[in-house]
């Protein structure tokens, strides 16, 4: 059973927040963690990488002079890749980089990598955040209260609101994510995750759901 501290917004304990760690994951697996980070970053490459080849390059293919009898090496057109000019030897063509996993392995994964930030010690509760308006300043003073001001932090609320992510988003190193839009690639990135109570609250409820899910969905087959 895990006990974690409650901070508010100045960095003073307010509380206490008590879970079973078993409800995310009994194990990490690294190489899962590994897959799926591969996959999440391999399909943001856009894969329109595009150059010639010697047969997509204007000009003669005519033989550039004879091929004995003048000294010189023998050369072909004038489109060879060893000259100014040329087409690549290798040319680089559009593909698509996309990798896909099943669904159930990238939410094992999301959930592995969510302990694995508890066992690191790595994640800070937060009792609330609200702006009535954009005030960066104020996001500022939260993270220094909270004492996540250097190095990557991902910020998450329960939802999206426009003045939390206003607030943050012009922060170097700051990511702000509603609890829904987390992946295992987003958790493992920064040095220090800050969630609201009721972040944390939706993201255990939706496991909950999932798995009583599954075990309808099993009963039935039985």
Do not use: C
């Not at 879970?19 to 897959?35: G, R």
């Not at 996959?39 to 000009?59: D, I, W």
């Not at 004995?68 to 000259?83: D, P």
């Not at 592995?112 to 508890?118: G, I, V, Y």
């Amino acid at each position: 059973m895990l006990t974690l501290p409650v901070f508010d917004r100045s960095g003073k304990q307010v509380g206490e927040y008590q879970f079973d760690e078993n409800e995310l994951a009994d194990h990490v697996s690294p190489q899962l963690l590994h897959d799926v980070v591969v996959m999440y970053q391999s399909n943001k490459r856009q894969g329109t990488a595009k150059t010639k080849t010697r047969g997509e390059v204007a000009g003669s293919t005519k033989k550039m002079f004879k091929q004995k009898g003048t000294g010189n090496a023998r050369a072909g057109s004038k489109r060879s890749g060893v000259r100014r000019g040329g087409g690549h030897i290798h040319a680089k063509s559009p593909r698509d980089w996309r990798i896909t996993m099943p669904r159930k392995a990238m939410q094992t994964a999301t959930r592995m990598a969510m302990l694995s930030k508890f066992a690191a010690d790595s994640i800070i509760i937060l009792d609330d955040v609200s702006f009535s308006a954009p005030k960066t300043k104020q996001f500022v003073s939260i993270l220094k209260a909270l004492k996540v001001d250097e190095g990557r932090v991902l910020f998450t609320t329960t939802g999206y609101d426009v003045n939390v992510y206003k607030s943050g988003r012009n922060i170097p190193n700051v990511t702000v994510l509603p609890v829904s839009d987390i992946n295992a690639l987003e958790i493992l990135l920064p040095k220090k995750i800050v969630i609201t109570q009721a972040a944390l609250d939706a993201f255990r409820g939706k496991i909950a759901a999932k798995r009583s899910t599954e075990k309808l969905e099993t009963a039935e087959e039985v």
